[in-house]
């Protein structure tokens, strides 16, 4: 079997592997699920250099020129180690002990991680469309049923926006196959075939325009962003880490996708207003950040505020700007895992998300008090960490093509300044409040889980040319230039 398919394949075996477990190794099904989820990341990185265009493509309803096509390119290739990367780590965000049905919460984790794998490596459209409408309903179920608070009336808001973007996306891919059988006598869905007809056929803009409404809602892009507050808030610190590291990235890999692949042109004429729509949603989120007094709240308004800094990046008609952006995903994914990761660990000890009624908590947790200021300094971008590479990439290219722009958007980092040292400020330094059994300060298993973050955040932000080399080759072949 083609390594490409056993990549695909692997999670979905682990995901019924882990339903099977016999009851006496379910104590230690965390373990097992953790190590099962590891196995993408292995076979990533023992096959790194045969990945690069690999590809296999079957036959699956000939009759409607639908094929099990799945390629790996650069792009993709940064995605999958993405997801191979994060979906670890949402597994360690666990707490076994506050989880009820844990199998069947790993095994939908598990089952997201192939759908994700799937998605990224699509290259037939009804294939891309299937991956990503199959993982809303894990992700639903993991809101709806381990999620705190409103968690249903949560994961219905989720499920409904989801599927509005669904519907717009399907009946943009059904208009493409209908314009592919007009030119060339049989309708297709294969991106390789409708990359050079999908610019030029008729009602191309209005095509374009739908693709870009179904990704907005998905990823999102001001002002399609309702679901995305109670959503982050309710969900599990797993399920905020998926929806936050990784459902966004897959919205924002959809954008990548299909406007530069399939409609680069357009995508320039349509920059201005983008770019408006994004820095709107930099300035909106930051705000709602500032306002807010849940501190798993605040985290999310400024996930919202940093995909929008994203889209910023991939709507301005700029190599380093665009290239800034696709490392901004890597960086965004990263720094959100940590913060809502640290975020988990202090709900679980003083039972609250509330920033009114604790203070002064570096004194009893010193430890999980420096380890949130550091990627809370990563989050406002500090030089020499990952975020200050993509950001400064971004403004840099945004401020040549209108720098009064580009300053505008470099003001959005003051906010998150304000609104991360706030939250540091009320929750960890003040007059302490007055102590609790529970507030018990992280050891070495929590230190020893965040490392890899850490050590991912030193690496982009000391020495990003491995990444850069791989995002310009992708950059470069956008832009109609030899790689």
């Known amino acids: 079997m083609p390594i490409i398919m056993w990549l695909f394949i692997v999670p979905f075996i682990a995901s019924f592997a882990i339903l099977a ?72 965000a666990v707490n076994r002990k506050e989880l009820a049905h844990t199998p069947l919460f790993f095994s939908l984790i598990l089952m997201i991680q192939g759908l994700l794998l799937g998605f990224f490596m699509a290259r037939d459209l009804v294939v891309f469309t299937i991956f990503w409408e199959a993982m809303l309903l894990p992700l639903y179920f993991i809101i709806n049923i381990w999620g705190s608070g409103n968690r249903q009336q949560a994961a219905l808001k989720f499920l409904v926006y989801m599927i ?14 209908f314009t592919a059988e007009g030119s060339n006598g049989s309708g297709t869905f294969n991106l390789d075939t409708l990359q050079h007809i999908a610019a030029t056929a008729p009602n191309a803009q209005w095509v374009f325009l739908i693709f870009l409404l179904a990704f907005a809602v998905k990823t999102p892009l001001f002002p399609f962003h309702a679901w995305l507050p109670d959503a982050y808030c309710h969900a599990p610190t797993s399920g905020t880490i998926l929806l936050s ?18 409609y680069p042109q357009l995508l ?37 505020s940093h995909v929008n800094f994203i889209l910023a990046g991939l709507f301005v008609w700029q190599e380093p700007a665009q290239a800034g952006a696709i490392l901004q995903s890597i960086n965004h994914a990263i720094t959100i895992t940590a913060l809502f990761l640290v975020a988990g660990w202090l709900e679980s000890r003083v039972q609250t998300t509330s920033m009114n009624q604790i203070s002064g908590l570096a004194k009893y ?56 040292l706030r939250f540091m400020q009320c929750t960890y ?27 991912m955040i030193l690496w982009i932000g000391i020495y990003p040319g491995p990444f850069l080399d791989a995002i310009n080759q992708i950059i470069s072949l956008a832009h109609g230039e030899p790689s």
């Open 429 to 455: 330094f003040g007059v302490p409040s007055s102590f609790q059994s529970k507030w018990i300060d992280i050891g070495a298993k929590e230190l020893l889980i965040s490392t890899p973050l850490v050590f």
């Open 268 to 304: 320039k004429e349509w920059s201005p207003a983008l770019l408006t729509l994004a820095i709107i949603g930099v300035f909106y989120g930051g705000l709602a950040a500032w306002m807010q007094n849940d501190f798993k709240r605040l985290i999310a308004y400024s996930s919202f």
């Open 365 to 420: 947790m010193p430890k999980l008090c420096w380890l949130t200021l550091f990627f809370v300094t990563v989050s406002i971008a500090l030089p020499g960490t990952n975020n200050f590479v993509g950001e400064l990439m971004i403004l840099f290219g945004l401020f040549g093509q209108n720098p009064w722009v580009a300053a505008t958007l470099g003001l959005s980092i003051i906010f998150s300044v304000i609104y991360m």
């Open 245 to 262: 590291a990784i459902l966004s990235k897959a919205g924002i890999y959809g954008f990548f996708r299909i406007s530069l692949e399939l």
């Open 21 to 92: 477990l016999p009851s006496k190794v379910k104590p230690f099904i965390k373990l097992f699920a953790f190590l099962l989820s590891l196995i993408p990341l292995i076979i990533l990185m023992i096959n790194h250099f045969q990945l690069k265009d690999m590809s296999i493509n079957y036959p699956w309803i000939p009759s409607f020129s639908i094929g099990f096509f799945l390629k790996i390119d650069f792009l993709s290739l940064i995605f999958l180690y993405l997801t191979a990367l994060i979906i670890p780590m949402s597994i360690l």
């Open 164 to 177: 509005a973007g669904s519907v717009l996306m399907l009946a943009a891919i059904l208009f493409l196959y």
